[in-house]
């Protein structure tokens, strides 16, 4: 049975292109985490590695074997022993396909691996949507160049609640939440790494809105800064209750959002305003 109430977290992170000085950071946050009491850790998108062309991604690209980890995966397992945590880990890059004839990664998706404090894989969700936008004098992104697309939706039994696992780009999917929302996800986790303008427009509204559409926390882990010449993050990390209150949130800098997830607050969301049985209700109307 899932505890009542506990503590989780969201690191905020500027990557670079330098995995060993990411997960240095991202042990720092894990250790201060834990040490505050926190039971859960959602690392944001690119945690490990934010280069400056999409190509990059693929020199870091792992299989995730919990007992053959590569780098990426081992130092979040170390993590996640050394503080007794479970941590979602954002967004990682997997290798997806290789080159038949040179063996080259050609393609990785973007992972997002439940760890528990044992260092054990329990559940591993690949993103859906991938970053394919082009505004110009804005930004110009085509994930899909050097990613493949996850098809599987997840939602992750752990001690504390069912959590539903999504990254960045998905957010402005609802379906997607919504089905996890309907597969009994109590909490949803969005690591991301959206871009400064983009961020600016939409991401509180987005965010705000599946937590209260939902009726479920939503855990927020996001990138902020500059990272290169080519790339910069809004920032704004964040924990949202069912009813679209902003528990804690973290506008810029490198740093911690934390609260408690009361699940008896969950519950009363639902009962009092019972959106998600009225919406299971609704059928086409003939005119």
């Known amino acids: 049975m899932a505890t009542r ?3 989780a977290a969201a ?3 500027c990557a670079s292109a330098d995995p060993a000085a990411n997960l240095q950071v991202c042990a720092r946050l894990a250790g201060r985490a834990a040490a505050a009491g926190a039971k859960l850790l959602v690392l944001p998108e690119c945690f490990a590695f934010l280069g400056l062309h999409e190509r990059d991604k693929l020199a870091v690209g792992e299989v995730l074997d919990a007992d053959r980890p590569g780098p990426v995966l081992h130092a979040v397992q170390e993590m996640a022993r050394g503080g007794g945590l479970w941590i979602i880990a954002g967004g990682m890059h997997e290798i997806a396909r290789r080159d038949p004839d040179s063996g080259a990664v050609v393609k990785t ?3 997002s691996p439940v760890i528990s404090p044992s260092g054990e894989i329990t559940a591993v ?3 859906i949507h991938l970053f394919d936008i082009n505004i110009p004098g804005v930004a110009v992104h085509r994930e899909s160049d050097t990613n493949a697309p996850g098809a599987e939706l997840v939602v992750a039994e752990t001690p504390f609640a069912p959590i539903g696992l999504s990254v960045c780009y998905d957010l402005r999917f609802p379906e997607l939440y919504r089905e996890l929302a309907g597969r009994g996800a109590r909490v949803l986790t969005v690591p991301a790494a959206f871009t400064a303008p983009t961020g600016a427009a939409h991401w509180h509204v987005l965010i705000r809105t599946r937590a209260i559409e939902n009726q479920c926390f939503v855990i927020a882990a996001a990138q902020y800064g500059r990272h290169n010449e080519k790339r910069a993050s809004y920032g704004h ?3 949202i209750d069912p009813w679209g209150r902003i528990l804690d949130e973290l506008a810029e800098g490198e740093g911690l959002v934390m609260s408690e997830i009361d699940l008896d607050q969950h519950e009363q969301a639902r009962r009092e305003l019972a959106a ?5 209700s609704v059928s086409p109307q003939t005119p």
């Open 237 to 239: 990390s964040m924990i």
């Open 5 to 7: 109430k506990f503590v």
């Open 11 to 13: 690191a905020q992170v």
């Open 109 to 111: 998706y973007i992972s």
């Open 276 to 280: 998600s049985e009225h919406a299971s």
């Open 125 to 127: 969700y690949r993103k």
